[in-house]
């Protein structure tokens, strides 16, 4: 039965407080952890409780965890189920529950509490792994063909090649053939939308040397992680994330402001869910501390705002429009995530300036492209010159795609290996002159508005501090 995103996310957390769990607010996109760009997972802030860094307050932990991942941008809109930002549903224990205890705990809050058919459920487990599977077909009573045993790559995790590591254990949910990518291959494990992992169980229960032995730990720890989209999308028995209550109001407003609507085609569609996606993506960033840049986390949240505008553009929305969808990021999320009220100043003053500023780029960029097109074909030339190509890109921060998709559409093609030979010569420059600091493109406008703004950055430290440690 149908049931909004916003009680899935408090039944999660509350079933895990009724197991003794302590219940956090999210932490942060920014991790506190060097080896992160963004929380890319529930795990993130527990991360030195798992290594034995330091020693937690408490044993059993429950969040909503609002994650970044860059590694799908490409992924985003095209498939049902990625997208840069999103939120995981966790539950942690600290060297005390373990596999006899979530298994069956999992199975419990999906097919009891939440109410999923058991009949389109599988299991995944690590290809060792005998104890996850014997606890699936014994303690859960799964069938034998719905324990699926799967390798590495799918089903073991490990924080990186030295140090606590162990096998885990996947959910997955059988959307129906409608779903599938139509491979004679497509069955459990492929990476179509068909059988879609909605929960990750990760065991860690080994500590891996230098030469690759495993040893077991002495205290075993739980981190297990669930999509609140894919399980709203699930729930919600929807095509996909986007159509859920989560985004639903967003991609409507989107739609409307572009004069198409939902469903119309496949261009129009990839479009809007792109927008949504990156416009949810970029308040949250912006509402952590993080502003526009050209490097690290400020260089992410810049490419989505400017691809975010640029998948616009597609749609022929040529004025700035993304303000204008901001209160329906509101409108499905700033319940639970008050600082993005907190925040709304600083949130659409960014988005404006960089996207209109990126609007006269495009404008700039869009008037040099169409006179190199017309010289390129005055000339009998069949290929925009891979300089021109590079130049536009390094020099006006026009997009190569941009470029590709207006030549495509004047019936060129993109010199790709002299736009790809430019560009080493410029990585060269670079390396030649990497002890020379430049000031970043328009860098001056953020840090007038970052210090107009101070206190408002400044807030966010004093959150996290009183949200405390565990
Ligand atoms: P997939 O195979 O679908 O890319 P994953 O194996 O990379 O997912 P995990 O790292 O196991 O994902 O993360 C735990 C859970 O977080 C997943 O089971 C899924 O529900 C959710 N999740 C992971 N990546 C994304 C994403 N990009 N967008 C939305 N939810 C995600
Ligand atoms: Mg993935
Ligand atoms: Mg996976
Ligand atoms: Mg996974």
Sequence with gaps: QWQPAAKLREQFLSYFEEKGSRRYPSFSLVPDDPTLLFT??????FKPYFLGLKTPEVTRATTAQKCVRTNDIDNVGRTARHHTFFEMLGNFSFG???????????WTFLT????????????????????????????????????????????????GPVGPCGPCSELLYDQGPAFSCGSPDCAPGCSCDRYLEIWNLVFMQFNRDEAGVLTPLPKKNIDTGMGLERLSSVVQQVKSDFETDLFRPLVDKACSLAGVSYGAGP????????????????????????????????????????????????????EPFLLELLPQVEATLADPYQELLRYRSTI???????????????????????????????????????????????????PVELTEEMCSEAGLSVDQKGFAQAMERQKERARASSKQTCATMGSNAY???????????FLGYEMEEARGTV
């Design 348 to 398: 659409a003053q960014v988005v404006d300036l960089e996207e209109r500023r990126f609007g006269r780029t495009l404008e700039q960029g869009s008037d040099l492209l169409e006179q190199e097109i017309g010289c390129t074909k005055r000339s009998g030339g069949k290929e925009l010159s891979g300089e021109v190509a590079f130049e536009l890109y390094d020099t006006y921060g026009f």
């Design 447 to 457: 840090t007038e508005l970052a210090d107009r703004q101070g206190p408002t950055v």
């Design 40 to 45: 890319i997972a529930g795990m993130v802030p």
């Design 112 to 159: 009891e509490r939440v109410g999923l058919d058991p009949n389109r459920m599988y299991a995944t487990v690590y290809r060792d792994d005998d104890e996850a599977a014997d606890i699936w077909r014994n303690s859960v009573g799964l069938a034998a063909d719905r324990v699926i045993r799967l390798g590495e790559e799918d089903n073991f995790w490990a924080a």
């Design 267 to 318: 261009g129009s569609d990839l479009a809007v869910r792109v927008i949504a996606d990156h416009l949810r993506a970029t308040a949250f960033m912006i509402a952590d501390g993080i502003l526009p840049s050209n490097e690290g986390t400020g260089y992410v949240l810049r490419r989505l705002l400017r691809r975010a505008v640029r998948f616009g553009r597609l749609l022929d929305l040529r």
């Design 96 to 106: 005390d529950y373990f596999k006899a205890e979530v298994i069956p705990w999992a």
